[in-house]
């Protein structure tokens, strides 16, 4: 499971046939097992129903944008463009994988799940006022396929074009086998108007206010400077129990920085309400002022149960430097997790070890049982570590000596046909004579201090690797493009993975431009498990399945392995309410309020350090 909208981004074999399988309207369809929410629900657990509406909060983005159209490949997108648009269903936020109707009043579903169909609500309406219809459902699905980014083609690879069946009703046939998780993807469609889009290019880039029929609408922006959105007076949905307690802001304003340095110093000034830190040395050190100590400013962690999925050092394996797993392997010998956790990061982090880590889809130890049943069928066609060994990153004692690691390594890159030259003391290539160099793409100067230690133990493998750093424009066109050797990336994971797999390890997505799958795997041992994941008819089989999919992507070394932390890190200035619970995909901010009495208390704080300044 994906979402297509924020960052674009959160994912039957029967045909049509004149006596269609049995299949009853619902108000919400879960992946396995039953929805958490009955029929006739009033609002979601982890919201606060009651919540008062106004004010504007103030956020921050890094970078630039140039349109407001986040389907296409050209352009980036502008912070919070989502905001604008809807899809025909919602996941919720406490369940591994269950969606609710939003522009869909019901659904409706077989129990193989080869086809799915949608009711629309009659009171689903545009910004113009128009109502949101099924030619709008069947015009957004095909403009998507034909011209939008990549990865709508593969993602609806086998979703037939959309019939329509009444007024307001529209079905989705599927081809290509069981794939209990097609009706969902097709639920988070995004839905646009044909009228507004016709006549426009819709591969081009917009900066005009795009029509929508979400809760916000574009009040003002200035290309790469900042964005302003205005909560919809009259928005259909304000009632709707998917929608009931978000969307408490009047105003969300977005405000563009340079890079990550520049926007914490103007959170600490106040230019800004509220940060997820994701930079461990930032979180314990940057934020000790007096407006902390004060309790205007509050530093807080939030615990959650979402699976950390990967980050890590990819390697681009379309360079033929890195087609050896055997160097792949030796290159994470020389990065000293432990190390850079007591130096650089403050001791916060967790080493990641598996793609789906912090959760029960992770694989431990040597596989047994029904996992060892699933990988016996590719016993020579996986690595032969498969069946012997746990695999975990190397470890080290953390005080920098990394002598037995570096050992380990250079033993790695001879069997993989690489010696140390005795003159030049570079690593070369026993057949051509080739020295192994190559770049680390990053897109944050913050990111600088992990990778340059770690250039500093290659070069002593005499590796001659260089870290550049390029400006946000430019770092997603040649991610696009593949244009890289090494990147610090990550993939992130639902509790209920499926399609975007394809998009992340298989063997057509490592061709695809703009696809996610950097490290350019081509193995069809994945692509063959990846399918019995998709095909799961239950959550037992589906965490079964994914612990062998996980188990030979670790011993396929596609990344240096990085870290994660179980809990969420964030610093916001005291104005807000939150809701009692927070669900088990973390905190929800589009559920917090601006409160009326902290509100005042942070303003007159303001004006007294203002004056005393």
Same mark, same amino acid.
């Given at each position: 499971?994906?979402?297509?909208?924020?960052?674009?981004?959160?994912?039957?074999?029967?045909?049509?046939?004149?006596?269609?399988?049995?299949?009853?309207? @619902?108000?919400?369809?879960?992946?396995?097992?039953?929805?958490?929410?009955?029929?006739?629900?009033?609002?979601?657990?982890?919201?606060?129903?009651? &919540?008062?509406?106004?004010?504007?909060?103030?956020?921050?983005?890094?970078?630039?944008?140039?349109?407001? %159209?986040?389907?296409?490949?050209?352009?980036?997108?502008?912070?919070?463009?989502?905001?604008?648009?809807?899809?025909?269903?919602?996941?919720?936020?406490?369940?591994?994988? +269950?969606?609710?109707?939003?522009?869909?009043?019901?659904?409706?579903?077989?129990?193989? *799940?080869?086809?799915?169909?949608?009711?629309?609500?009659?009171?689903?309406?545009?910004?113009?006022?128009?109502?949101?219809?099924?030619?709008?459902?069947?015009?957004?699905?095909?403009?998507?396929?034909?011209?939008?980014?990549?990865?709508?083609?593969?993602?609806?690879?086998?979703?037939?074009?959309?019939? =329509?069946?009444?007024?307001?009703?529209?079905?989705?046939?599927?081809?290509?086998?069981?794939?209990?998780?097609?009706?969902?993807?097709?639920?988070?469609?995004?839905?646009? !108007?044909?009228?507004?889009?016709?006549? *426009?290019?819709?591969?081009? #880039?917009?900066?005009?206010?795009?029509?929508?029929? $979400?809760?916000?609408?574009?009040?003002?922006?200035?290309? %790469?400077?900042?964005?302003?959105?205005? =909560?919809?007076?009259?928005?259909?949905?304000?009632?709707?129990?998917?929608?009931?307690?978000?969307? %408490?802001?009047? =105003?969300?304003?977005?405000?563009?920085?340079?890079?990550?340095?520049?926007?914490?110093?103007?959170?600490?000034?106040?230019?800004?309400?509220?940060?997820?830190?994701?930079?461990?040395?930032?979180?314990? #050190? &940057?934020?000790?002022?007096?407006?902390?100590?004060?309790?205007?400013?509050?530093?807080?962690?939030?615990?959650?149960?979402?699976?950390?999925?990967?980050?890590?050092?990819?390697?681009?394996?379309? =360079?033929?430097?890195?087609?050896?797993?055997?160097? *792949?392997?030796?290159?994470?010998?020389?990065?000293?997790?432990?190390?850079?956790?007591?130096?650089?990061?403050?001791?916060?982090?967790?080493?990641?070890?598996?793609?789906?880590?912090?959760?029960?889809?992770?694989?431990?130890?040597?596989?047994?049982?029904?996992?060892?049943?699933?990988?016996?069928?590719?016993?020579?066609?996986?690595?032969?570590?498969?069946?012997?060994?746990?695999?975990?990153?190397?470890?080290?004692?953390? +005080?920098?000596?990394?002598?037995?690691?570096?050992?380990?390594?250079?033993?790695?890159?001879?069997?993989?046909?690489?010696?140390?030259?005795?003159?030049?003391?570079?690593?070369?290539?026993?057949?051509?004579?080739?020295?192994?160099?190559?770049?680390?793409?990053?897109?944050? !100067?913050?990111?600088?201090?992990?990778?340059?230690?770690?250039? *500093?133990?290659?070069?002593?493998? $005499?590796?001659?690797?260089?870290?550049?750093?390029?400006?946000?424009?430019?770092?997603?066109?040649?991610?696009?493009?593949?244009?890289?050797?090494?990147?610090? #990336?990550?993939?992130?994971?639902?509790?209920?993975? $499926? %399609?975007?797999?394809?998009?992340?390890?298989?063997?057509?997505?490592?061709?695809?431009?703009?696809?996610?799958?950097? @490290?350019?795997?081509?193995?069809?041992?994945?692509?063959?498990?990846?399918?019995?994941?998709?095909?799961?008819?239950?959550?037992?089989?589906?965490?079964?399945?994914?612990?062998?999919?996980?188990?030979?992507?670790?011993?396929?070394?596609?990344?240096?392995?990085?870290?994660?932390? !179980?809990?969420?890190?964030?610093?916001?200035?005291?104005?807000?309410?939150?809701?009692?619970?927070?669900?088990?995909?973390?905190?929800?901010?589009?559920?917090?309020?601006?409160?009326?009495?902290?509100?005042?208390?942070?303003?007159?704080?303001?004006?007294?350090?203002?004056?005393?300044?």
């Amino acid at each position: 499971m994906i979402r297509i909208l924020g960052t674009v981004l959160a994912f039957g074999a029967a045909l049509f046939t004149a006596q269609p399988l049995a299949a009853q309207p @619902s108000h919400g369809i879960a992946m396995h097992g039953d929805l958490k929410y009955p029929a006739g629900f009033k609002n979601f657990a982890y919201v606060n129903p009651d &919540a008062p509406k106004g004010g504007e909060v103030r956020l921050a983005a890094n970078g630039g944008y140039d349109t407001f %159209n986040p389907y296409v490949v050209k352009g980036r997108p502008a912070a919070g463009i989502g905001l604008i648009f809807e899809t025909l269903m919602i996941n919720s936020a406490d369940e591994a994988f +269950s969606e609710y109707g939003l522009l869909a009043e019901t659904v409706e579903t077989p129990e193989d *799940r080869s086809w799915v169909a949608f009711t629309l609500r009659k009171d689903a309406r545009w910004h113009d006022g128009k109502p949101v219809t099924v030619d709008d459902v069947i015009w957004t699905f095909s403009m998507l396929k034909k011209k939008g980014r990549p990865f709508f083609r593969y993602y609806y690879a086998n979703v037939q074009d959309p019939i =329509r069946t009444g007024e307001r009703s529209v079905r989705f046939n599927f081809t290509g086998g069981v794939n209990r998780e097609l009706p969902l993807i097709v639920g988070q469609l995004p839905v646009l !108007p044909k009228h507004y889009w016709e006549g *426009r290019d819709f591969e081009a #880039t917009l900066l005009e206010a795009p029509l929508g029929s $979400g809760p916000y609408r574009i009040a003002g922006f200035e290309p %790469n400077r900042h964005v302003v959105y205005e =909560r919809v007076p009259d928005y259909w949905g304000a009632d709707h129990p998917t929608q009931k307690g978000f969307w %408490n802001y009047q =105003r969300i304003r977005y405000d563009y920085y340079r890079d990550t340095t520049v926007s914490v110093e103007a959170f600490k000034s106040g230019a800004f309400d509220y940060r997820a830190e994701n930079t461990s040395k930032v979180w314990a #050190t &940057a934020y000790e002022i007096p407006a902390l100590r004060d309790g205007m400013v509050v530093k807080k962690t939030f615990e959650h149960n979402r699976p950390a999925g990967m980050q890590g050092f990819a390697m681009n394996q379309r =360079r033929a430097k890195f087609a050896d797993p055997r160097m *792949r392997q030796a290159l994470s010998y020389a990065f000293d997790f432990e190390w850079s956790n007591k130096a650089l990061f403050y001791g916060q982090y967790v080493r990641t070890r598996s793609y789906f880590d912090n959760s029960e889809l992770a694989s431990v130890g040597v596989p047994k049982g029904d996992v060892l049943a699933i990988l016996e069928k590719y016993r020579g066609r996986v690595p032969d570590e498969v069946f012997a060994k746990s695999f975990e990153p190397p470890k080290t004692d953390g +005080s920098g000596n990394m002598r037995r690691s570096l050992r380990a390594a250079l033993g790695l890159l001879k069997e993989a046909g690489w010696v140390v030259d005795p003159k030049s003391k570079k690593l070369t290539n026993a057949k051509s004579g080739e020295a192994m160099t190559f770049e680390i793409l990053l897109v944050s !100067p913050l990111f600088e201090r992990i990778a340059l230690p770690y250039v *500093r133990n290659l070069k002593r493998l $005499g590796i001659e690797a260089r870290v550049r750093t390029v400006e946000s424009a430019q770092y997603k066109e040649r991610i696009d493009n593949f244009d890289f050797d090494m990147v610090s #990336t990550g993939w992130g994971q639902s509790a209920s993975p $499926g %399609n975007e797999q394809r998009d992340y390890w298989g063997s057509e997505a490592a061709v695809r431009k703009a696809s996610r799958n950097l @490290s350019g795997i081509k193995d069809p041992v994945l692509d063959e498990l990846i399918d019995l994941v998709i095909s799961a008819p239950d959550r037992k089989s589906l965490i079964t399945r994914v612990r062998a999919l996980d188990t030979v992507l670790q011993w396929h070394h596609l990344v240096v392995p990085h870290w994660h932390i !179980p809990y969420d890190r964030l610093v916001f200035w005291n104005r807000f309410g939150q809701p009692a619970v927070t669900p088990d995909q973390g905190t929800q901010f589009m559920a917090w309020w601006i409160d009326p009495a902290k509100d005042e208390k942070l303003s007159r704080y303001r004006r007294s350090a203002k004056k005393n300044n």
